[in-house]
């Protein structure tokens, strides 16, 4: 048992300390660049279609929730008539 426990302490030491096998590029400033540059267009709308395709889905949820949330709510003002 103690065996296995050092196996993984060591297993655990060398992924976390060893370094990284490929290098990962820094894509910060370009991104920084992109999304100050004055264009006229609303930061959440500045990453691309992506960002646009999110934006429509969002608003359009947003939309059916809040008419489904008035539909039940006058559902529930008027009650059902007993026949």
């Known amino acids: 048992m103690f065996r296995q426990v050092v196996?993984?302490?060591?297993?655990?030491?060398?992924?976390?300390?060893?370094?990284?096998?490929?290098?990962?590029?820094?894509?910060?400033?370009?991104?920084?660049?992109?999304?100050?540059?004055?264009n006229g267009m609303p930061v959440h709308l500045k990453g691309g279609a992506k960002d646009a395709l999110l934006y429509r889905a969002t608003m359009a949820l947003t939309v059916f929730g809040s008419g489904f949330v008035l539909y039940k709510l006058f559902e529930a003002a008027m009650p059902k008539k007993k026949e």
Do not use: G, I, M, Y
């Open 7 to 38: 196996a993984l302490r060591q297993v655990c030491s060398r992924t976390f300390s060893s370094s990284v096998r490929r290098q990962v590029e820094n894509k910060v400033p370009a991104k920084q660049k992109l999304f100050q540059e004055d």
